[in-house]
Structure formats: structure tokens, C-alpha cells
């Protein structure tokens, strides 16, 4: 059993939860919570730590059989609960947390060529609320889009708050860090001849009076300030949201949200 704060291990996932560099130079991110550890393919855990007592009740020898039964050479640690309390992210902590790899998507995982699916992909520029970043990834799997595309000063899609609002679907919908935003957009346009829509205050046409049956990505800018210029440019065409009262934008995530889901619609008919 792990009984102390200055534990090298301890001081690793305080570590990476804390901090999105450690978190990309080690390629682990931490979950935390019974259902949420569950969840994880069994191939991309690492170590899994649960406080002491919980391997004597029947939902933690449960819990503890299912793990090792989908990865039997993960690591196991007991930890004390004063330790445990002290390493957790979340204000009621379940006892449960673990240690998980990162997923390497390619951009042909995130268009949908490798599982041949029609393009539907998502393209967010400098999102920085996390609840905002969970809430699209969630989404896309709900409207079954191909994959997200993120710049770099979007918020870390590992950090803890954007994986707990995920709800499982950070490990099932691909992503990927574009260092050239713009230079990504024009390979989408020129090589699998996808149509970029921005969603633009200066967009001619409403979202529900386009087609988007075919390869199709939308842009969604920051929550402030909206796409930049830059990006904005490099759009096939700006598309808008219809607005009532004295509003000028959605919320960034329920923007997204509408765009996705009338791709899902028109794609159902």
C-alpha cells in the first residue's frame, strides 16, 4: 500500500494532472471515478490505483476482476486514504483513478478513411472553456461525426475536467493536434476534397439551407472572439445560425452541437 504524499508514483499523477507538458512528454493522462476507469479499452491503461478498503467490498473485487480480466498486466496500487484524497481532482473522490495512454490518430482516422465513413468533421480554433471541449467530443460521437481537429492553443483534450465531461467518448471519437491549423484545413479541401464551412457572423446562408450529405468539416472559433481571420479564410464558404432577440452567438459548444447534428439528419434521410 501507497501511504505517502512523497511516493515517487503519487507525485507523478499529481504531475500529470496538473500539467498538460508532462502530460505530452509521457503520453499518459489520468481518469478518475468507478465507471469512468471501467470504460477504458483495457489495451490503453497503464496503472490503475484504488484507496485501501475498497478491494474488500463487492463492488471493488468486482470492479478489480473486470479490470485484470480486459488488461492482466496492468499495474494495481493500493493507496491510503489520506493519500488518495490528497491526489484525486474531483471535490467527492469515487477511489478509483487510473493511468492511461493516449491514443495516436493519424488524419485519415479523424476523416473517416480508414472506417469509410463520409467525412463529418469538427475543426475548433482556440476553444479554452473545458466543459465546452467535452461537451463537442461527446456530441460527435452522439452525431457520429468522423473525428476533431484542435490547434495547439486549444485547451489540453487530456486535461481532467475536458476527460470527465467526455463521459468515455475521448476514447472513441479521433483526434488530433493540428501544429499548422490552416496548412491541416487546406490537405482537408485539396487532398479528400472536403467542403470547410465556417460558422461566421458574415456567413450568406443559414446552416439548415446547406447539403452536407458529402465530405463535410465545420469550424468553431473561440468562445470570446470567434474564429480568427487566418482561419476564417482558408473556408470553402461561411455558413450562420439563425438568431432571435438581440444575440450575435451561441455558445461555442452548443453551435457545434446544431452543426453536427443537422449533418446527422441530412445524412439519415
Known sequence: MITS???NQIKNITSLIKKARERKAQRLFVIEGIRAVAEVPGHLLFAVYYVEGFSSSAEGKAFIADILAKAP????E???????NSMSDTVTPQGVLALVKMQDFTLDDVVGKTTGKVSHVMILESLQDPGN???IVRTAEGAGATGIIMNNTTVDIYSPKVVRSTMGSIFR????????LESTIETLKNDYRISVFAAHLKGEKFYDELDFTGPTAFMIGN???????EAASHASSYLKIPM????ESLNASVAASLLMYETHRQRKI
Do not use: C, R, W, Y
Not at 432571435?244 to 444575440?247: D, H, P, R, V
Open 133 to 135: 471541449m467535452g461537451t
Open 223 to 229: 468562445e470570446g472572439n470567434g474564429l480568427t481571420d
Open 78 to 84: 493500493e493507496v491510503a486514504k489520506s493519500v488518495f
Open 5 to 7: 504524499t512523497n511516493n
Open 173 to 180: 471519437v479521433p483526434h488530433i493536434v493540428a501544429s499548422d
Open 73 to 76: 498486466e496492468v499495474s494495481m
Open 244 to 247: 432571435e432577440g438581440q444575440l
